[in-house]
């Protein structure tokens, strides 16, 4: 009789077995970034229709809301900004406001929460006229004028209180200029997170519906990556490292987990990776059709992003997956 010496179905025969042999962990709560969107005004709380569960908020309803999160060790935050159109231009002007709402929320919140991790936006499509992530002219996006509001913006939200910066506008050299603009500041404790791989996606719709930052015209496709290219982003991953990033980021995930495997193997960084509005908004409305069981599919995701290099995720799961997590 034949002997099969190697049946590697007798390491997945029950559950305790299938632990002690697990290859990667489930994702820890202090792990996890969760982004909200804030805008000027008391009292509000209104549901992001594309994005069930995530909802545009006022920075008092912020607060309420986020001592109750840190209950369950939701301790990282990042913020963005909802601009009203009547302060957003061609220049982003209201970006360099030392006193506009972004600025005072920064404020407010790590006055009441000091312990608290905020990660700040760098951008400039929340306050462009334009919704691009850069000032535009002639139907160009101005590379080098871009970067130089960017360091200004990144100052003012380092003496804020930010603790970390996250440019994700994908200007080139642009980690350098926020980081000697930091030091020169004597701000040299303010981290900076770079979305060094930001791919031209179709997965960032309910957040650009989120922010009403949608480009008015062209697209993102002269300064975002392009989806076919694997190689590109470690060219981008390495740049961002030599001018300074502290964590090196990867957006979206699902479809770049090869990327954030490539990022992890080859850097000594931190890496994060984001898992975007659009691959939350699909495990929700599966769920809400009763297609797939949602809890199910959030740990399977969070899990498999981990699992390909990710140290830290960025996720509007996170509230739902931290009171899963307590409750186990």
Known sequence: MYVMKKRPRRIRKNQFIRDLVAETSLPQVSQLIYPVFIQDGRNFFQEIKSMPGQYRMSVDTLLQKMANWKKLGINNFALFP????KFKNAKSTE??????FLYEAIKQIKDRFPETNL???????PFNSDGHDGIVENGEIMNDKTVEVLARMAVLQAQSGADFVCPSDMMDGRVGMIRKAL??????NTGIVAYSAKYASSFYGPFRDALDSAPRAGDKKTYQMDYRNARE???EID???KEGADIVMIKPALSYLDIIAQAKRYFKHPVAAYNVSGEYAMVKAAGQNGWIDENKAMVEILTSIKRAGADIIFTYHAIDYAKLRTSL
């Open 82 to 85: 909802n601009i009203d159109n």
């Open 95 to 100: 970006a360099l406001n030392k006193n506009g």
């Open 119 to 125: 990660f700040t936006d760098l951008a400039l499509d």
């Open 183 to 188: 030091e020169n500041e004597g701000l040299s």
């Open 233 to 235: 982003a470690i060219k």
């Open 239 to 241: 740049l961002d490292i």
